[in-house]
């Protein structure tokens, strides 16, 4: 499943992104990294499910009226703590 | 084929190509199952939904009794020869008239024209509206209304009780030329039947309409029946078929304690058993507000007086009609035809009906009966359907509307109310794009350091969380040089959901049917001189060629000034050219825009930039877009 959405944004990025940005050609991504690559690391490190829902959420606050500049993708949670029989 | 190279993608440098391989079969995958979804449901429709004959039995079955003289066998007003036989023995006086006759009633919006052959209308002409041939709109089909039924017919559970009744010739209260507000009356009397249809007319769309069936005194279970769709249905008209417009076809569309839902004659849908079609010959004992069949343009809805009370058949037959409409001899299609019997379940039906078009000014009026027994009910705009981007196109309608409205009264108001709203929505983003401007101009000029950042980066994958630190080693950059990031998706986002909606509205409202601007005879289709899409091709190239951008290699650049305005001109080609006028409106300011940037002096060191990077990258030799300055 990831990596079938890692599929679809790559295709993106090389296809369709180049004719939407020749419309008009100003308009950069607001943020660093740009909206689809935030997206293929949000699904590549949270997983699919959640990693789509914080793309959504990058996607919705990429217009005019929000603070612009750096957005990195919020690190991974780290695992929970194995739990193992108690060293001697 | 030219390696395409998107500036975007320079991020990920060679890995993004070693990783694509890993990408690539991933993405056959995907396609392939895309291919395969959209595949099984064009090849494999669903049959239609076999017509289950589910007739109910007699809700009342009176016993025979000889001696039951019918009351009701005196005509209360005799005009015409009646064949009266007035016997004093027990059986019922027959009342049926000597010839077939017909009765027109006028108003200013209809002319229904009844016959006294099964007391049912043969021509309801709406005088507002013409079909595709010129002629005033006829909602009755005369060919499927000859198979099926016409109009106001009665429905029984009976065949044989059914074709009696619409066969006989009844007595009408009134022959010749009525003007509404009136009211219409038809009596028909044998052998233990009794029929009595009552037809009120007022200055609207809306009649009345009381009928009762009874049978040696008993009432018997009858409904009044529209059961041969509407006249309006497209897929009738032969000559000017509407090529790439969507045929929806008619709809069966209820409200039920103010819940509205519909249902299409076939299984349809993306998930087949969220919609599985209307079988045909089944009764619904349900409080409907109002049941209407509906196609695109226009509704035949039944409102019925008493809720609590009604009944509902569906009918479904299907005709068999040419595939393709303007040559009568290609291979015949069948194709559905929708049908309603609404009724009461005491026999005694009182039903108010709105035939006409889905207009929303005249649907907010026209209230469906509410619990009281008043016309407060629900109206009925829940008919009109604005398409699966109904959110976005209803809003974009009423917009429109608006500025209709604004521009006061003339049919070709609509072409200049699309324009004046495009204009509007472009010049709203001028000021955003002159920041942008200005912020990608500086970006240009640092590209050679920023350039150098990445190549460092260069040999990791996208994914990988050590590129974070290139993001904030450029973010860092940008700072320094102060580079502000104006760009933002909104453009973008917007232009696509609005493209949809101005389909959505172009395709479902009725008041931009035959609505013309100019040379365009109807904005809902596609242009006939073609003058639009040509436009659109010239004026996109046009800008491609002179927009600067540096950042896009030569080749790419190429391909998309000649790929992207013959994608866009052929797609508008076929399809309404309201649509093809948004879009080239938006272009020709585009282009404006684009000349004026050209002009100034931001405009004139981008070319300079553009250009010299453009020669740096082939080596010395100047490509022939990037060169022309």
Not at chain 2, 590 to 596: D, F, V
Request: with cysteine; glycine share 8%.
């Amino acid at each position: 499943m990831t990596r079938i959405l890692l599929a679809i944004l790559d295709f993106y990025r090389r296809w369709l992104s180049p004719a939407l940005h020749a419309l008009n050609p100003d308009n950069r991504c607001r943020y660093l990294p740009t909206c689809s690559e935030y997206a293929s690391i949000a699904i590549a490190t949270h997983g699919p499910l959640h990693g789509f829902f914080l793309a959504l959420w990058r996607l919705l606050r990429c217009n005019p009226f929000a603070r612009s500049g750096l957005d990195p993708v919020p690190p991974a949670p780290l695992p929970r703590p194995f739990p193992h029989k108690p060293l001697p | 084929m030219p390696e395409i190279r998107n500036p975007n993608l320079q991020t990920q440098g060679p890995a993004g190509g070693g990783g694509g391989g890993d990408m690539r079969s991933t993405m056959g995958f995907a396609l392939l199952m895309l291919v395969v979804l959209f595949g099984y449901q064009y090849f494999f429709k669903p049959k239609q939904a076999e017509t289950t004959a589910t007739t109910q039995t007699q809700a009342q079955q009176a016993p025979q009794s000889a001696s039951q003289p019918t009351a009701s066998s005196q005509p209360a007003q005799p005009q015409l020869a009646a064949d009266t036989a007035p016997q004093a023995s027990a059986n019922a006086v027959a009342v049926t008239a000597a010839s077939e006759t017909q009765t027109t009633v006028e108003n200013e919006r209809i002319r229904i024209v009844f016959t006294n052959r099964g007391a049912q209308v043969i021509h309801w002409i709406l005088k507002d509206f013409k079909d595709t041939s010129g002629q005033p709109l006829d909602l009755v089909q005369p060919q499927s209304a000859a198979r099926f039924g016409f109009p106001l017919s009665v429905f029984t559970y009976e065949p044989a009780l059914t074709t009696q009744l619409n066969q006989a010739l009844y007595q009408p209260s009134a022959t010749g030329f009525l003007l509404a507000p009136n009211s219409l009356t038809f009596h028909y009397a044998a052998n233990g039947l009794d029929v009595l249809k009552t037809f009120r007319f007022d200055t609207g769309y809306v009649v009345s309409v009381e009928a009762q069936v009874k049978r040696n005194g008993a009432p018997v279970r009858a409904l009044v029946a529209w059961p041969a769709g509407l006249g309006d249905m497209e897929e009738f008209v032969p000559g000017k078929s509407r090529s790439g417009a969507v045929r929806t076809p008619s709809q069966f569309a209820w409200s039920i304690d103010g819940k509205q839902d519909s249902l299409t004659p076939t299984a349809s849908g993306f998930l087949f058993w969220t919609n599985p079609g209307v079988s045909g010959n089944a009764t619904f004992d349900l409080p409907y507000q109002y049941a209407a069949i509906s196609d695109l343009y226009f509704a035949a809805a039944f409102m019925p007086e008493d809720i609590n009370g009604a009944t509902l058949v569906t009918l479904h037959n299907s005709v068999d009609l040419p595939s393709d409409l303007s040559d009568p001899n290609s291979p015949k299609k069948p194709a559905d035809v929708l049908g309603l019997a609404v009724g009461d379940q005491s026999g005694y039906t009182r039903v108010r009906i709105y035939a006409g078009p889905k207009q929303i000014d005249v649907l907010n009026t026209i209230h469906a009966t509410g619990p009281g027994g008043a016309a407060d009910g629900p109206t009925l705009e829940g008919l009109i359907h604005y398409g699966w981007l109904g959110i976005v196109a209803k809003p974009l309608y009423l917009a429109l509307r608006f500025l209709h409205g604004l521009m006061g009264a003339g049919a070709y108001n609509w072409g200049w109310a699309i324009i004046a709203f495009t204009a509007f929505f472009n010049m709203l983003m001028l000021p955003t794009r002159f920041y942008m401007m200005k912020s990608s101009l500086k970006m240009m000029r640092l590209q050679p350091k920023v350039d150098a950042i990445k190549r460092k980066y260069a040999n990791l994958k996208v994914t990988d969380p050590k590129r974070s630190e290139m993001n904030t080693e450029m973010m860092a950059l940008y700072q320094t040089e102060g580079v502000n990031m104006y760009g933002s998706c909104l453009p973008m986002l917007i232009q696509m959901p609005l493209f949809i909606a101005y389909f959505e509205v172009l395709s479902n409202v009725i008041e931009l049917r035959q609505a013309h601007w100019f040379w365009l005879g109807d904005l809902s289709l596609p242009d006939p001189l073609h003058i639009l899409p040509i436009l659109i091709i010239v004026s996109m190239f046009v800008t491609q060629i002179i927009t600067p951008s540096p950042g896009m290699d030569p080749t790419q650049r190429k391909m998309m000034a000649f790929m992207m305005p013959i994608f866009m001109g052929s797609f508008l080609w076929h399809y309404a050219s309201g649509l093809a006028l948004y879009w080239g409106t938006s272009n020709m300011i585009n282009l404006l825009i684009q000349l004026g940037i050209n002009q100034s002096s931001i405009g004139k060191e981008m070319h300079e930039i553009a250009a010299k990077r453009a020669i740096k990258k082939s080596g010395g030799k100047p490509p022939t877009i990037q060169g022309k300055r």
